[in-house]
């Protein structure tokens, strides 16, 4: 069984279409999200860190507002500012733009313990490599420090596999009661995604895009 691993449903509700009956169940684990510009390193790190949690495969679900007239904010801190500001605010701030252009990203990690294609660089090739060439510790002299510390980086080294997506919108006043965060401020093609039932907004979003590329993948594994 894989596992999705977020405190939102909504995001289940939009996976389980792409995904055969019965195949995935929400994993409510609140993983550690490191600051960084990129939503790739964040699932990276979510991933391998609710693979040891779950002890299965999972599939972490890191996505952002890309406003372009504010150099790409709040992108990867998007779930803060929601909670602080609120989406009302992010709507009146961007009203002031000239360019209210944004985009919504979605990346998504997959981890289940084994070894494969990895994703390429940027993402934190160094990182495992090095982990890598710290080996996995002696396992005669467990419960050592160091041998700790070895496994921990050995840990770090699992491959995470991820899959991106991406849909180009505006911001604009509030409309439509579906969806969730910031779809009713975020409009394609004339409609808000909270106009959108779950099937419409799927067909062309961040995460349906992503998803159809983790489904191709996951079906042939
Ligand atoms: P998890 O991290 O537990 O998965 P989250 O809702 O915090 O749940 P993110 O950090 O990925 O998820 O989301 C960042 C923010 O973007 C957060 O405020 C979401 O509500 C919002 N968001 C993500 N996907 C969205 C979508 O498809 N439509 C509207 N808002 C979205």
Known sequence: MLRYVTTNPGKVREAEC????????????????????ELGPIAARGAREAYHHADGPVLVDDAGLFIEGLGGFPGPYSAYVEETLGIDRVHEIADDLDDRRAAFR???????????????????????????????????SAGDATADSDEAAAADALPVKLFEGYVPGRIVAPRGDGGFGYDPIFEHDGETFAEMDTDRKNAISHRGRALEKFADWYAER
Not at 18 to 37: C, H, K, M, N, R
Not at 122 to 140: F, H, K, L, N, Y
Request: charged share 25%; glycine share 10%.
């Open 106 to 140: 979605c990346t998504l990690g997959y981890c289940d313990g084994d070894a494969f294609a990895a994703s390429p660089d940027p993402v934190d090739r160094g990182e495992r490599t090095a982990a890598a060439a710290a080996g996995p510790g002696d396992a005669a």
């Open 18 to 37: 792409y995904l055969p009956d019965g195949s995935v169940d929400q994993l409510d684990f609140d993983y550690t999200e490191i600051q960084a510009e």
